[in-house]
């Protein structure tokens, strides 16, 4: 855990002014990836392009990244990265394929467990795969640094899976008066059913940064007088129309734009994910294996019925 520490400090030593191409080759000596789920309450917001980009700068800064669709269902994780799987999580969920079998590889080496789209054949995650999806989720840890799930809109039970399963819950609001109240009310219940009393916050779909504070003020205040939950800054994405041109066009913006201030935004973020230490502290290298203890011992804890 320590030498992965002092591996991401040697990494963000060698990261390059202009901001755009961080060292390759920095070799980690991890045993058990970080787990970020991106979450926000709110429909649209920018959920999975957040997931996608910032795997993809990840990637690039040296570290073995994935990405995991959480959306059952609706999954558009493989849509953003232009892949066409053939098989998703619902084969595994099933029975049918073994995780392992079902990783894609995208981008800068990405790798992706990909979902299906129109499907339904595992709705909501009852308590057996729950714990084989974690099982075979940890059987993977040697091979990632960090592991990024795209979570569904809303505070369904599998979102709270997903949030509780992972070491760090960031949430994604843009400044629609409808998303901020979303983005609260979920807080407030994860808050409740996962006993999680820390969240980070990514504001997207801003004019600047002073509109971004503005709104990560409300929610940490907000937070912090009513649910006793602390929330932290982790940066903003600005409005950029280059984010919509790349959804048509099926790249990543962070590839396509790389110089958009959308793609600058997600690389300051990046760093302040690894400078603020959340990649390779304890909390998050035992949180798998921390919350099937408690799933054991306390069964509504991630919906464990
Ligand atoms: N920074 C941005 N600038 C401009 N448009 C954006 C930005 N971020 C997201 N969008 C737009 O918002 C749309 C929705 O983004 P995305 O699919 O990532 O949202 P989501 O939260 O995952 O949605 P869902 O809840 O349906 O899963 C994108 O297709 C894009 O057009
Ligand atoms: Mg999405």
Redesign the pocket.
Known sequence: MFDQASSLRELMRNVQKDNTLIAPNIKFQPKIPTVLAIS?G?????????TANLGLCMARMGMRTLLIDG?FG?A?LDV?LNLRPQFTLDDVLCGERHLKDIIMTGAEGVRIIPSSSGVMRVPELDKLQKLMLLDQIESLDEEFDVVLI?T??GVSKNVQYWTSSSAEVIM?VTPEPTSLADCYASIKILSQTTAENSFKLIV??VKNDIEAKKIYDKISTLSDEYLQVRVEYLGY?????S??NS?RERTPYVQRYPFSA?SQGLRDISRQIITQGTVGQLKGTMQFFWRKMVAANSPDIIGYK
């Open positions: 926000g709110k429909g649209g917001v920018g959920k999975t392009l957040t959306d609706l558009n953003v795209d569904p809109a994604v997207n779909m994405i600005p409005f950029d129309e984010v919509r959804v959308a």
